[in-house]
């Protein structure tokens, strides 16, 4: 991105931000606006989880991708630091935040795996590609974010399949990011417990039994995913 069109983009986000508080002197819009900040703010809301970071382990944590507003993303941004962030792996087909992070946080390595959010089987490639970035920066001793859009789909199933590859159990993984992060859905869990058992050399039988666990954890956890999705673009949105 050219260094003008940087320029032009600052514009177009301080006169949105300008608009928002024009739009607040009105007595219905600041009803809105509190409610609003209500759900943000409240922990048993889904909103409230969208850029939370969420400690999977001392070294994975998951989250959403970075607000759109720059000012947001700032300081979203000081938070992943805070928490010693130091590596990045972007499971977003839709998005390459590349030139961001070279601008914005060059102190953080930026890597992409992704994957569509289509709720159909995933390639097995795509398990081994993120993998692969996660593990690597283990190996360098640093502490790695892990986002999709809105960290409900692609990247809590994505972490799920790291603790796999740790040596973590099927139900206590996917209970572990269950409750760091409690909007995460992680509907390609059984994919991952597949892709893990298989780079084991499981047997088909052993292939099945990994994928009926996770299916039956996730009947015995139900999560209203619609609304979860719905609160955390509501909140994206407003």
């Known amino acids: 991105m050219r260094r003008d069109e940087r320029t032009q983009q600052r514009c177009s986000w301080r006169k949105r931000r300008a608009n928002i508080t024009r739009r607040s002197t009105n007595p219905g819009h600041e009803a809105g606006e509190r409610s609003n900040a209500m759900s943000k703010n409240n922990p048993f809301t889904p909103a409230y989880w969208t850029h939370q970071v969420c400690e999977i382990t001392p070294e994975l944590f998951l989250s959403a991708a970075l ?6 993303a700032l300081v979203v941004l000081e938070a992943w630091r805070a928490a010693g ?87 206590a993984a996917l209970t572990q990011v269950r409750t760091a992060r409690p909007v995460a859905v992680a509907p390609y869990a059984d994919q991952a417990a597949v892709w893990h058992a298989l780079t084991q050399g499981k047997s088909q039988t052993e292939v099945a039994s990994v994928r009926r666990r996770v299916q039956r954890w996730h009947q015995q956890n139900p999560i209203d995913a619609p609304r979860v999705i719905r609160s955390i673009h509501n909140r994206l949105a407003s």
Not at 67 to 72: F, G, R
């Open 67 to 72: 607000p759109h507003d720059l000012d947001e």
């Open 85 to 171: 962030i130091t590596d990045y792996v972007d499971v977003r087909i839709e998005a390459d935040a590349s030139e961001f992070f070279a601008e914005y946080a060059p102190d953080i390595r930026y890597r992409r795996a992704p994957a569509d959010d289509h709720l159909g089987l995933q390639d097995h490639s795509w398990w081994t590609q993120a993998n692969e970035l996660i593990h690597a920066a283990f190996a360098r001793g640093g502490k790695c974010m892990v986002t999709c859009a809105i960290g409900v789909n692609r990247s809590p199933s994505i972490v799920f399949s790291t603790l796999l590859t740790l040596g973590w159990d099927i139900e």
